[in-house]
T-cell receptor, first 114, second 113 residues
Framework: GENVEQHPSTLSVQEGDSAVIKCTYSDSASNYFPWYKQELGKRPQLIIDIRSNVGEKKDQRIAVTLNKTAKHFSLHITETQPEDSAVYFCAAKGYTEGAQKLVFGQGTRLTINP | DADVTQTPRNRITKTGKRIMLECSQTKGHDRMYWYRQDPGLGLRLIYYSFDVKDINKGEISDGYSVSRQAQAKFSLSLESAIPNQTALYFC????????????FGSGTRLTVV
């Protein structure tokens, strides 16, 4: 079944710098890759997603890239701000135990230092 | 968003007690999920349901049971709570067609003492 690895587990950057979080997946049939942001004590919320027929997608300061050949996708945050501090989860929609559902990475705790 | 609602928000219970966590949704989604989140860990799937008559175990179902009372309601029960079930629990929903993400509820923080 699908397996998703996410790196790094923690990331600390200076305000205004860029942050990059990377994920790899194992199932070449996976076709949908969302990213979630979870602020402290709150629910995970979808911030951006990409489908397998697209290589890159951008929404203001965040972007996601997908390399299907290498089976990896990345989240890029530019001009980071304190409110970007959160835990970020990647996910891939693939088959596990006979059903197609999202498989989540382990999460990255991003800290923006003022 | 109030479209996926979990109750209670916080609960402290004693070891050995039965407890039910409830989830209801107004999104009209067919699929519902229960996840557990421990500090420093990611989201682990407990149970999921693709429609009212469909219940499936996730990766950590031992010690838990679920009931899908209606399309909009999915409950998680701990028959005999134990301290290592202390965690943050999330319900999530999704459509059964197309490629779209999950919508998560606001979570239930459960403490077993």
């Amino acid at each position: 079944g699908e397996n998703v690895e996410q790196h790094p587990s923690t990331l600390s950057v200076q305000e205004g710098d860029s942050a990059v979080i990377k994920c790899t997946y194992s199932d070449s049939a996976s076709n949908y890759f969302p990213w979630y942001k979870q602020e402290l004590g709150k629910r995970p919320q979808l911030i951006i997603d990409i489908r397998s027929n697209v290589g890159e997608k951008k929404d203001q300061r965040i972007a996601v890239t997908l390399n299907k050949t290498a089976k990896h996708f990345s989240l890029h945050i530019t001009e980071t701000q304190p409110e970007d501090s959160a835990v970020y989860f990647c996910a891939a929609k693939g088959y596990t135990e006979g059903a197609q559902k999202l498989v989540f990475g382990q999460g990255t705790r991003l800290t923006i230092n003022p | 968003d109030a479209d996926v609602t979990q109750t209670p928000r916080n609960r402290i219970t004693k070891t050995g007690k039965r407890i039910m966590l409830e989830c209801s949704q107004t999104k009209g989604h067919d699929r519902m999920y229960w996840y557990r989140q421990d500090p420093g860990l990611g989201l682990r799937l407990i149970y999921y349901s693709f429609d009212v008559k469909d219940i499936n175990k996730g990766e950590i179902s031992d010690g838990y049971s679920v009931s899908r009372q209606a399309q909009a309601k999915f409950s998680l029960s701990l028959e005999s709570a134990i301290p290592n079930q202390t965690a943050l629990y999330f319900c999530a929903t999704s459509t059964g067609t197309g490629n779209y993400g999950y919508t998560f509820g606001s979570g239930t923080r459960l403490t077993v003492v």
